[in-house]
């Protein structure tokens, strides 16, 4: 599992096309906490997925009353917008077009993601705005600080 983790001001998601080419008209936002590019890996499981969630909602990248990194989502009420994001297991290494085989199979990563969204919500008490799970999406937001963290795990 990889998530960029992006400190956030006003922040949308809007998907254009469904996974078919389908227009939709899908548009969900919030006020001010994290955007979460989520991307399952290959032979992650709940226990992977849960682990990020609530290493997100944890996490204390939101200033104190002194300036400092001291504060987390679940401190500040802030809210999540959870976009799913398979291109983040990219590996460019080779060659000039990225490798995209360590992204889990849209039949496994579709519910982990949905499962990390919901985790926020139901065992943190997040207000969580969602992307659509295979579709052509426009993120759009501005990055408080800027602060971008990575978090990964491996399953096992």
Not at 42 to 58: H, I, M, N
Not at 70 to 99: C, E, H, W, Y
Not at 135 to 140: K, L
Not at 148 to 153: D, P, S
């Amino acid at each position: 599992m990889r998530i960029v983790v992006q400190r956030s001001g006003p922040a949308r998601v809007v998907a254009t096309h469904d996974n078919a080419g389908a227009p939709i008209g899908h548009e969900e936002s919030i006020d001010r906490g994290l955007v979460l590019l989520v991307c399952a890996e290959e032979g992650d499981d709940a226990g992977v997925l849960d682990w990020g969630a609530d290493k997100c909602a944890r996490l204390r990248i939101f200033e104190d009353e002194q300036g400092k990194m001291n504060r987390s989502l679940i401190d500040t009420g802030g809210a999540a917008l959870v976009v799913s994001q398979f291109t983040l297991a990219g590996d460019a290494s080779k060659g000039n077009r990225p490798s995209f085989v360590r992204a889990a199979r849209p039949e496994v990563a579709a519910p982990l993601v949905e499962r990390f969204a919901s985790r926020l919500e139901n065992e943190h008490g997040l207000r969580v705005a969602r992307g659509v799970f295979g579709a052509t999406m426009r993120v759009e937001l501005v990055n408080d600080g800027p602060v971008t963290i990575v978090v990964e795990k491996s399953a096992g």
